[in-house]
């Protein structure tokens, strides 16, 4: 099985290359990259993993990238989501849950959501020729029947709400 790495690799580190830059001082090659958050014919734009529309904000000169979800194989994922998203969730309320690195099946007898304090973890949905890749910053949504094999190649520790 094929493991694709994600698309979001390529904004995150646009974005940390553009972080704190101001954009009249960039080379045009640099500023034509930009267009990657423009969410129109975008690399991001493709329909495998489902990508939804991220955007880039211009403000007093600073470029920065929003969040951005993605959907592979039924999970869906945002990666390095703000503090206030998790504020308004109320992630740090969750339970916590973690473990070694192991490799088991799992089936998701509800939906779950999850945030990634620490690890890296390689989910199989079962039926999959591919596999998608989570790990720390990671805020992801687990389908309700999903069962799938986890391959957690660093110690993970998260916290989870059911339902």
Known sequence: MACLGSVNQSVVAL?????NTNTQSLPTKHLSSLSLFSGSSSPLSTKSPKTYKPTCRVNTGIVR??????EKLGIKIERN???SRLTQLGVKSWP??????SKFPWTFTTKETCYLLKGKVKVYPDGA???????AGDLVE???GMSCTWDVSVAVDKHYSLG
């Open 129 to 135: 020729n591919e596999c998608v890749e989570i790990g």
């Open 15 to 19: 974005s940390n290359k553009f972080h």
């Open 96 to 101: 916590k849950w973690g473990c070694e690195p």
């Open 65 to 70: 990238a929003e969040a951005m979800t993605t």
């Open 142 to 144: 687990f389908p309700k």
């Open 81 to 83: 989501p703000p503090e």
